[in-house]
């Protein structure tokens, strides 16, 4: 009987380590409920920043933009930190470019992105340009 109570009691100081050992590696997990409008607003904002990458893997945009100064690896790092806003806001200025023709334009608008975030400290690509929170 002194056995018996003895093994029950080790065996319940055993079980009691383990179910505290396990408690403190598990993750405690939350899920919540996304809306279609939100999910379909990151995909959106997904397709718009691959549709820009594509642009930028083009060479003669690369050779605009390397003739304009600005590193090619920095702007694809920008492109992957602009805002859904600020993406849709690309997009809709290509699309209202002629196919094929004024691609130049969008340069000029990439870099006068690249300059605000330049300016109001986002960024550092441009070394010439000083940020108004310095």
Known sequence: MVFKNQARRVLSIWLSAAIIWLGLFSSVSQAGMISTSEMQSQQQASMDRQQILTLLD???????????????????????????????????????LPAGGNILGLLVLIFLVFVITDVIGATDIFPFIKSVNN
């Open 58 to 96: 083009r060479a003669e945009v690369q050779q605009q933009l390397i003739d304009m100064g600005v590193d090619i690896d920095a702007a694809k790092d920008r492109v992957g930190q602009l805002t859904a806003s600020e993406l849709s806001q690309l997009n809709a200025q290509m699309g209202e």
